[in-house]
């Protein structure tokens, strides 16, 4: 196991930023850590990585207790925070050399990680030159350096434009592939291309732990439907395996069933039959998005 996580609490005076908060990750997995602003992501990560201790509970990394043995933890554990340390008056080989030789490492692993990252075009420059896409490859580039077995991502897409945003997950994918990942970020469509496995947090609670998988195929499905006139919510409540139905405004409604089976022709037959004009009738999958907003929203 190469993280876990048992029943970790911490409070910031009469703020509890967690509670009781339990998960384990295999090795070789990427899961998307995700919650609104303040939920304690940053928290649990500071947690993870030693810089912060937990109030309550334990936390292991490869085995290794965080609290009892946390140089063990450090070297097996590369971090990216989320405000990127760079000391941009440095050029991209001299920064990487500097931080090797804390971590004694030879030079052979610094052109090595600046390959692995696609750094080469611009190791010569110093770093408050480049992109910031390029910024936050010298900082994955800095935590891979000792070439540590877990990586913890915190929002290592914040402020990229969409060219770069590609350009980092498709350079997490090629990492992931020897690394266990946890990653935090507000994008649900990263998770979604990246990750096998999603936690989801709360006002410091563990709300949801789901393989990505099992989302796609879970046995729920949303149709939305246009009426050329306003219907009671009551009436479509009629149709079968129906579990929930809303108006989004105007004569546009969104009726959730309880089954994997495609049920447009049901919806149109229905309305059929009741003398009611279909405008328009669309399957929407219930997705990650759809899921965050139904455990964090108010």
Do not use: W
Not at 57 to 78: H, M, T, W
Request: glycine fraction near 6%; aromatic fraction near 8%.
């Amino acid at each position: 196991m190469s993280l876990k996580v048992i029943n970790i609490s911490k409070s910031f005076g009469s703020q509890k930023a967690l509670n009781k908060v339990s998960f384990e990750i295999k090795k070789g997995e990427i899961v998307g850590f995700l919650g609104p602003n303040g939920a304690g992501k940053s928290t649990m990560m500071k947690i993870l990585t030693t810089y912060s201790k937990a109030d309550k509970g334990e936390a292991f990394v490869n085995e290794y207790d965080v609290l009892s043995k946390p140089r063990e933890v450090q070297k097996c554990i590369g971090y990216l925070p989320e405000h990127n340390p760079l000391y941009k008056d440095m050029y991209v080989k001299e920064y990487l050399a500097f931080n090797a030789e804390v971590y004694k490492i030879s030079k052979k692993r610094i052109t090595k990680v600046i390959e692995q990252t696609g750094l080469s075009p611009e190791a010569h420059k110093k770093i408050g030159a480049l992109s910031k896409g390029y910024q936050q490859r010298v900082g994955l580039a800095s935590a891979l350096l000792h070439d540590p077995e877990v990586l913890i991502l915190d929002e290592p897409t914040t402020g990229l434009d969409p060219n770069q945003l590609i350009e980092i997950r498709k350079l997490i994918k090629q990492i992931s592939k020897k690394k266990t990942i946890l990653l935090s970020t507000h994008i649900m469509k990263e998770v979604e291309a990246v990750c096998d496995r999603v936690l989801i947090i709360n006002q410091g609670v563990l709300v949801a732990d789901k393989k990505l998988s099992d989302l796609r195929e879970e046995n729920e499905q949303i149709i939305e439907v246009e009426f050329d006139y306003r219907v009671e919510e009551a009436f479509l409540q009629r149709l079968p395996k129906v579990t929930k139905v809303l108006n989004t405004g105007g004569f546009v409604y969104e009726i959730t069933f309880g089954t994997s089976k495609d049920m447009r022709s049901v919806v149109f037959d229905f309305a059929h039959d009741n003398k009611l004009k279909t405008l328009q009738l669309s399957r929407k999958n219930k997705n990650l998005e759809g899921l965050f907003t139904e455990l964090t929203g108010n």
